[in-house]
């Protein structure tokens, strides 16, 4: 027998949680007592509820394990919304616990009432209002495994103030085994379908593998190299599929895309055979609908089959898991003969070899000014290509993605679906939380990093030594480009006239601060910064207000219409 | 196209805002819906009236089944199916012309005067959306509707077809 809300407690134990990310108040005051004094659960204190949700976010993305949150009721659950809309869109496990006012108070505007369950119900996978103080520890068991199956999502769990109340005793049991008649995900592909996959492989003499976040999410990276090196393929990665497979490794071209590579996008339009393997045909992918990739035969994985044929009609459709589809088409390959593949696909990488030396991704460095992607480089060499890189939204986040070759699964941190501005210190908290002797660095931009900029404060409580490297351009760099390209360089509010002295920010919330304007300064600042292992480091690095991200996409053009430069086109 | 989806879900509170919210997020059309508990009390099956081409008919269906509370969707206009909807319409029927018309009328349609006072019929009328349209039209044509209330369709597959657990 235990309060509702030490069952609350002990069923997030019993769930496997580790940490929760939260902020105390009036209808969570009883689970926050039963906290107190106790181990099993640590719980992480946060200075916005906003970034609470952020770094739950930040510790599932890199571990793949459940994220958790606790907040209160009214306010305190409205903070957590745009955490939770992030991990929606880029299909994060996350549970959301909110308190709520006491059940007979529901409905009558009490004080710091939302309907929560309401609120977030667009962008979740799942809610709960629990009813029942004994129903707890079944609710919270299903909202673990809801969110970390199938494809997973956040999972809001609303509890009423009066169910935890410490006063009271119910029984608890939590259930050994979690089953739902409505809830059955696919895992394994049909048969049918893995037979015309095999054979269209293999027929192909144009193939390309365009992997995104689903194949980051089932761990199926080994399985992908296998397949892609069996293949002798091409293999291109969506924003979110970035370190599914190495992007050190030869058969790589690059992200794909809005701000994808030359070769990557050429690759896509070109290919005869397209193997989707957990990615959705975003828009900022795809382009324009009606051109995209004329020639190829589309084979999608995807888990969801609801991201099936959503925006692009697709050949062969294959629903469930990345891994363990891509397992049945290796058992099948296995049979074939595929020591012909070599030399079979040759013209198709001589072509792919033509794109790639056109090195889209060059650019001219300056005696005088930094340029956004040498800081990254430099960050490259820095960390040994080895760091846990999250990052914020804009220019910044695109350079990241391009010029930081993430060889492993996991170590690349960003919103992608929702695009969701003052996500990356968070997450990159989250991240260290999770990975304590790590190397958890967050790229930004003076923007993105104002916008949750709080958290300094949660830094140094819990000693978190995260890096910072802001790349400060005194300008929302991407809606300056947008400007610049599509509004003839009319600047409207895309700059800040007031920037605050972020060192002495950092210093003030008892962080190291540098600042960093010279080109010739960038390799010692670098160095400095990565030596100082336990302390939160943060770098105002000034660089270049007039940089575009290039390549990018022509807008309503095919995949592979680019801008290469601010003058030269595909 | 005009589809009628057919869906059975759990009958947990706030299952029926999650589907209409589907509907409403993604841009859907409803023309009309209908709710109740099954025979198994545990269930609940709901029946929509959308319209739309293929894709967006496929995409309703996926997304509907997504929704964790969600055990099964059909799409009943894809084979032959039984379908009705009920409509209770009020109408003015103050003379003994206008009745006898009413009344004469209502045996046309098979419908069913169910309350009736000094100045009203109430009648109640069953069969497709059609019919119930031709109805409320042959009223307007005698006498004045003062109100009606229509039920949705609801609809089940013929023959061996069927929508359970």
Known sequence: ???????????????????????????????????????????????????????????ARSTGKTGTVLV?????????????????????????????????????????ETDMVGCSRPIVKHSFLVKRAIDIPKAIAKAYYIANTGRPGPVVVDL???LVNVLESHPYEYPSDV????????????????????????????????VGGGAITSEASELITELAEKLNAPVTSTLMGIGAFSSVHEQFVGMLGMHGTLEANKTMHNADCIFALGARFDDRVTNNVEKFCPHATIIHVDIDPASISKTVAVHIPVVGSVDKVVEQVLSQLNKKDLTEQKQKLADWWSQINS?????????????????PQQVIEALYKHTNGDAYVSSDVGQHQMFAALYYPFAKPRRWINSGGLGTMGFGLPAAMGVQMANPDAVSVVVTGDGSIQMNIQELSTCLQYNLPVKIISLNNRALGMVRQWQDMIYKGRHSHSYMDSMPDFVKLAEAYGHVGIKVNHPSELDDAMAKCFALKDRLVFMDIAIDQNEHVYPMQIKYGAMDEMRLSKTERT | MRRIISVL????????????????????NVDSLCVAPT??????????????????????TKQVNKLIDVLKVTDLTDGTHVERELMLIKVAAKTDLVRSEVNRTVDIFRAQIVDTDAKNYTIQVTGTSDKLDAFAQAMWAQTEVIESSRTGVCGLARGEKSLRV
């Not at chain 1, 379908?193 to 365009?210: E, F, G, H, S």
């Not at chain 2, 009236?49 to 894709?55: I, N």
């Open chain 2, 39 to 60: 025979t198994d009390s545990s269930l609940s099956r709901l029946t929509i009236v959308t319209h739309g081409d293929d894709k967006v008919i496929e995409q309703i």
């Open chain 1, 160 to 162: 009423p103030k009066d």
């Open chain 1, 179 to 210: 089953t739902m008649r409505s809830y059955n995900p696919t895992l394994k592909g049909h048969s049918k379908q893995i037979r015309k996959t095999v054979d269209t492989l293999v027929n192909a003499k144009r193939p390309v593998l365009y």
């Open chain 2, 9 to 28: 879900m759990e009958n947990e509170p706030g299952s029926l805002s999650r589907i209409v919210g589907v509907f409403s997020q993604r841009g859907y």
């Open chain 1, 1 to 59: 027998m235990m309060s509702g809300a030490a069952m609350v407690v002990r069923a997030l134990k019993d769930s496997g949680v580790t940490h929760v990310f939260g902020y105390p108040g009036g209808a969570v005051l009883d689970i926050y007592d039963a906290l107190y004094a106790q181990d099993d659960v640590k719980h992480v204190l946060v200075r916005h509820e906003q970034a609470a949700a952020h770094m739950a976010d930040g510790y």
């Open chain 1, 72 to 112: 209160t009721s009214g306010p305190g659950a409205t903070n957590t919304i745009t955490g939770i809309a992030t991990a929606y869109m880029d299909s994060i496990p996350m549970v959301v616990l909110s308190g709520q006012v006491p059940s007979m108070h529901i409905g009558e505007d009490a004080f710091q």
């Open chain 1, 355 to 371: 794109w790639r030396d056109r090195k889209c991704l060059s650019y001219e460095k300056s005696a005088d000014v930094i340029k």
